[in-house]
């Protein structure tokens, strides 16, 4: 499993949060964090301007989806919904189909180009609510978790 983030997390309670779900994960999968720079852009910016460091964004991960094989799945509050039962299975199904190698994209503050959303084979939505992104990469951390949790049969909050 390897979550491809824009932006890094900065404040030290999303980086313990973040570590503690990494260190829950390693019995059940190995785990990579890839973080690309967030494109700094004026706090007034233009769309133009807005428009161009997305695609800043959407190189550099086209980039790095290029030298990995495996399954994309990108987060988008658009994308298909699922309970956390739905995403197990999903997630099950596809490791009984040998789909080992899931590369997880979340976008930084102006979102996602249209081209990184068509490169995904699974565009996912935790939530009709847009959250930090920050937020966003613990709660997919914590639902990946909770999925081996649900495969092995294991007790999990419900």
Known sequence: M??????????KHWQDAAYDYARRLRPYARLEIGELPEV????????AEEVRAMNQNA????????????HVVVLDRKGKAMDSLELARWLQTGLLEGRNEITWVIGGPLGLTSSVLERADLVLSLSRMTFPHQMA????????????RIMHHEPYHK
């Open 2 to 11: 390897r979550i491809l983030a824009v932006g890094r997390l900065r404040e």
């Open 40 to 47: 700094r852009i004026p706090e007034n910016a233009s769309r």
């Open 59 to 70: 190189f550099a991960i086209h980039e790095i989806l290029s030298r990995h094989g495996g």
């Open 137 to 148: 990469r613990l709660m997919l951390m914590e639902q990946i978790y909770r999925s081996f």
